[in-house]
């Protein structure tokens, strides 16, 4: 009787960029030989599972040298790939690879017996682990996907989906977390179009694990990898939920390995839901810490404090965990945590431990990025005890972010007396972790080590080594296809120029440091999982700051120079619209646009674009005309004391909206929109004049974005922008193509909530609004409990209707979760918009010319919420969006919809002509004069 025995190092997990390993034995039979070979076997297996690997190292030896004396192939090549196995956990690389390739090359030479493939199918996930130990993800995926096939042919499903938890694995490091997810939820036996799992799904799943036997604890495992990759794609209440299953099914099972790791996760996710809530609470609110959260606690009213308490919770238990590698990366998880908090207090103690932890660490690709991580937690501490706040710092120091008002502190001054590692002990640490991932041939990790030296050297002033260090790092990073991190050494090159007055240099740095977004832009979470909550500080400075540079004229101090070349106002507005599109795909998480655009140019020769971007000391414009010369055009700003505030243009900003309510009277109302029309306009207003230019469409920066710009007011004139030009918002040059809508073509599906519905209050002018425009177009109707999304879908199904308009309530806010459109039955998502209007997208079908929003609004105190706008006419598809900046009254807008409809209704009329008539038409009106009641209304996109 021949059989076999099995070890097998199954998963990895990701968390915060740093490795940890969680080992499982599955184990068959061996080959019957004599009685010492064997009790060898047995005796390596057990001095393993007790994490003796230095003496279970020298018994694989003496079991592989056994069975090649005795010409066994099969188990020398077991005992070779179990030696390598051993080998790995002390970090002996070169041993383990060494013995693993000898395992493979036996097994080659072997007949294909069912024995052999059980054998070389788990030496294949043997390579796997030891391949993604070493940095080597790529080839990872490719051995376990064939590991995972010889599983498939022989039978052995468990073995299957252990290989394709590890492929999830290898993918996340690759950055490819939506086919991580989709990979996971196939093993899970789930529907994997998309990366989503539903509550119903996941009662079904817990239910079909918890009468399993055989492979329960690798569907936890399998569980708990889905909800960190849905953690990394923004899914973070699923993300939640699939963890706290995982958690309820390892504390059922006893699985006490699993359930410190899903701790750590919980951790994480409590965190992230901290960072993402903490964008829409007010400081007092931050600040108040009621109760101290269960790690096993949904938390969903729960406060940003709360949130984080809840986390340092969770990453407490996880440090209890028996696995060294859990526990050091719970540690590393709570110090990174009570630096952003500021929790001063426990920073010593906690500091002291994770040094200890460190020594006598073997060298491994998850050693070298835990030490990152642990550099860069410390570079966040010492920047925020030394209050550097020039623009020039490393931009590692851009990842650093820090609660404005922590629950508990007992101020940083306290930290002076404890032992604190200087820049230069940070930089100790990294070398270390330079030399191990020398060791290890890890030039991946080699790259990211010196980019992290680099930015230490230009920390503590040494900018030739910082230089050197953070080329090399961009030298050894160019041999690979994942761009990584990539950029931030590019960006950090380019500080270092501008530090040293290399405008040119600094130029070239920065330029590259864009065009690696630019690849990236397809899927922007392969920079960082956590780069949706800190895009402004991370990535949008490089976007910006490269504009500065193209707009600073070399050797000139002066602010508004004209003498820029064609060639950098054209680089400008370039970069310009990248950010406004990079914006929008960090706020889906994935790209949004990709329908083939059309120049302006093309469209309407009539139309000129005017581009504004807020820089740290300006208000720059650039104007674009068809077939005309680039002009440009700089306002100084007064900036606040902290670097990248513009705060001039906010507190203008917050004035106009103060001037808006109709309800206050102020001699001043104007001014404030008088300020931004000569900001704005007024520069290049000789230009349009000159060309006759009729439209005007804006690609508006920050709050910017929020500004109704048909407000704007001419005082030399007195007159409102709109009584002068057609206006339009875009994010860009670059437009969808759009049919001029004649009006034998006004087919339209107007839905509409009148009742107070789910919490929002009563729209008594919905009903005559959307009856108005069945009188002027042809209309289909739904009204309240009509107005559901099956039916809405069932008549863009039946019918394709040009114009879709929906009079209801909605929130346009810069969180994805928080834009939304209210229906009978529920909240529409702007995520769920595509799937609702989706049968424009089929063959033969004409695409949505026109979406009308007339009830929504932007989400108050959220400068950044019309992006939320901006998501809802991506998403939708429409060709052109109309929508309010805030709600206004039903009278006010029955009046404006009947007049644009029936403007709209005339031959040769474009939207833009519709909607600005219709806007001159409540002006002129005694009644509705104040901007507030006309002014909220803008196009967005195709205006023709």
Known sequence: MRSLILAVLLFFLSVGGVLFTTHVWASTAIVLTPQQPLQLVEQGKMLYQNRQFESALKVWEQVAAAFAARDD??????ALSNLSLTAQQLGKWEQAKQAIATSLNILQTQPETSAKLQILSSTLDIQGQLQLAVGESQAALATW??????YQNIGNQNGAIRSQINQAQAMQDLGLYPRACKTLLKALELEHQKCQITK???????????????SFSLDILALRSLGNVLRFVSQLEQSQMVLLTAGQLAQQSGDSQNFAAIYLSLGNIARALAIRKIQLETPRQQAVLTESLDCMQAAITANAAQLYQQA???????????????????????????????????VPKLLSDIQTSFNNLPASHSTVYAEIKFAQSLMCLQSRLSENSSNNLSPILQLCSFTKNPPTSIGAKSLESATIPSWAKIGQILQTALNQAQQLGDKQAQADVRGYLGGIYQQMGKLAQAQQLTEQALQQKSAFNNSSITYLWQWQLGRIYQTQQDQKSALQAYTLAYETLQSLRQDLVGINPEIQFTFRDSVEPVYRELVNLLLQPVGSQQINQTEISQENLQKARDVIEALQLAELTNFFREACVTSQPQPIDQLDPNAAVIYSVILPNRLALILSR????????????VSDSQPGKTGEVERVFDDMFTSLNPYISDSNSLRAREILYEWLIRPVEAELQKDNVKTLVFVLDGVLRGVPMSALYDHQNQKYLIEKYNLALSPGLQLL?????????????????????????????????????AEIVPTEVLLNQEFTRKRIKEQIDNVPFPIVHLATHGQFSSQVENTFLLTWDGRINVKELDELLQARDRPGRSPLELLILSACQTAAGDQ??????????????????LATLWSVQDESTVELMNKFYSELNQPGVTKAVALRTAQLFLLRSPKYRHPYYWAPFVLVGNWL
């Open 145 to 150: 996907q064939q590991a995972a096939e010889i």
């Open 737 to 773: 193509y759009s049919r001029s809508l004649s009006p034998n073509k006004l087919q339209t599906l107007a839905g509409g909530l009148a009742e107070a519905r789910q919490g929002f209050s009563k729209l008594p002018g919905v009903e005559e609004e959307v009856r108005d425009i």
């Open 200 to 214: 119903e799904q996941l009662q079904t799943l817990k239910e079909r694990i918890s009468n399993k036997k055989d």
């Open 73 to 78: 192939k099969l188990n020398q090549a077991m």
């Open 312 to 346: 340092t919770t969770c990453y407490r238990q996880a440090e209890l965990s028996i696995s060294s590698e859990i526990k050091r990366q719970a540690q590393l998880n709570r110090f990174s945590l009570l630096v952003q908090t500021q929790q001063w207090s426990e």
């Open 864 to 881: 950044r919420a019309v992006l939320g706008l901006a998501g809802v006419a991506v998403r939708s598809g429409a060709r052109s969006t």
């Open 626 to 637: 068809p077939q005309k010369p680039l002009k440009y055009h700089a306002t100084p700003l």
